[in-house]
């Protein structure tokens, strides 16, 4: 992809994706994730229906009426998008691969935290952090982010998600607001980092699939290709027990991942590239607000 490519498709994602986190995740977004605590603002007379906890006597006494606190919550948050660049997430067999619409979810992420005036910050990782991003505000850093996302070519196709949540736990010293988004695809656990870093950090489950990922179609010898690791096979998909074979296996997969995400607390979403995901981010919002 050259030059003018790159800035077109990073204008397109632009325009869809601020458009949807404006219009649509504004105020969803605020109330889903919410900031590190309540400041002081000001002091104003007292009104009928204060808590007269919040009476300042010191001011009260000065001024010889009730005077109250007003706290407001401290609203910015730091924001990390954990992205997944290993080689399942090129496959697609829908209008879009699982990394173009991991790309445009980071990206409607990303215009929302800083119309909330959040930082954020990225980390792209395959079986290890293949590039970090400092937290930053602006519209310039997010289009970084964008570009960056479509013109990466990580060094490795397979996958480590505890390495990388290790990683996150260990980097980001103050409490951040951390977006998982990958397919997960791998096998290996990552309950144990998980659980670890859910407790310092608000860690946040995206799962992007497509349904040739759950679901083989009937056109008999298929040769597959595992995209981390290379290997190959032949597959008979005219085999009725071949297919619900493959079906079984995802549905394995997935009960594993869910039950990782339940106990360590995560809040999850699953997308599939033939869904809209504005709508399941949307649900996602809601179940948090």
């Known amino acids: 992809m050259n030059t003018n490519e790159i800035l077109s498709r990073v204008r397109k994602i632009e325009i869809k994706t601020r458009g ?18 309540m400041a002081f603002s000001e002091v104003r007379e007292y009104q009928f229906g204060d ?20 706290f407001e919550e401290e609203r910015e948050l730091t924001v990390m ?26 990206a409607t992420l990303a215009f929302s935290a800083i119309q909330n005036n959040d930082k954020i910050g990225v980390v792209f990782f395959s079986d290890h952090v293949e590039k970090y991003i400092p937290p930053k505000k602006g519209r310039k850093h997010i289009l970084y982010i964008i570009r960056t996302l479509l013109d990466f070519t990580p060094e490795s196709n397979r996958t480590d998600i505890a390495g990388a949540i290790e990683t996150l736990t260990r980097m980001q010293k103050r409490r951040c607001t951390a977006f998982l988004l990958s397919d997960f ?9 998980l659980q ?11 799962q992007v699939y497509d349904h040739r990922d ?11 290709r595992d995209a981390e690791t290379g290997y190959e096979q032949y597959l008979d998909t005219s085999s009725k027990a071949v297919r619900t074979a493959y079906k079984a296996k995802w549905l394995e997969r997935q009960a594993k ?3 990782t995400f339940s106990h360590s607390g995560v809040d ?13 981010l949307m649900m996602l919002f809601k179940r948090r607000s």
């Not at 695809?185 to 980092?193: A, G, L, R």
């Not at 009937?218 to 597959?224: I, S, T």
Request: glycine content about 6%.
């Open 268 to 280: 999850s979403v699953s997308v599939s590239t033939a869904d809209d995901y504005v709508r399941s």
């Open 185 to 193: 695809y791998q096998q290996k656990s990552f309950k144990k980092e």
């Open 257 to 259: 991942i869910k039950e």
């Open 196 to 206: 670890v870093c859910n407790r310092k950090h608000d860690v946040v489950a995206i």
């Open 81 to 106: 998008l954990m992205i997944d660049v290993s080689g399942s997430l090129s496959f697609g067999s829908q209008n879009q691969s699982k990394s173009e619409m991991v790309t445009e979810i980071a």
């Open 51 to 70: 808590d007269i906890r919040d009476i300042d006597w010191n001011v009260t006494a000065r001024f010889h009426r009730p005077y109250v606190k007003v």
């Open 214 to 224: 759950n679901e083989l179609p009937d056109v008999g010898l298929m040769r597959v």
């Open 20 to 37: 949807l986190s404006s219009n649509i995740f504004a105020g969803q977004y605020h109330s889903a994730f919410k900031g590190r605590g």
